[in-house]
């Protein structure tokens, strides 16, 4: 699972079982904590832009067949 490192600007993967267990995740570069939720700004932005599109699409699809 991707991971972003607030210090360092970078993704680093870390397995999924090493994420939800209960030791923080240590980035491999700089050897701060990485938070087990954090995502990388940009490609969230572009996920959340994603996730809007589909749902408007959906929805079209949804009213056309109302009609």
């Given at each position: 699972?991707?991971?972003?490192?607030?210090?360092c600007n970078k993704d680093y993967e870390?397995?999924?079982l090493a994420v939800s267990g209960s030791n923080p995740l240590i980035c491999p570069e700089c050897g701060n904590i990485v938070g087990k939720n954090s995502r990388n700004p940009t490609k969230k932005a572009d996920?959340?832009?994603t996730d809007e599109n589909i749902g408007k699409a959906i929805g079209g699809m949804a009213f056309l067949q109302i009609i």
């Open positions: 699972m991707l991971r972003y490192c607030e210090y870390f397995t999924p996920a959340e832009k």
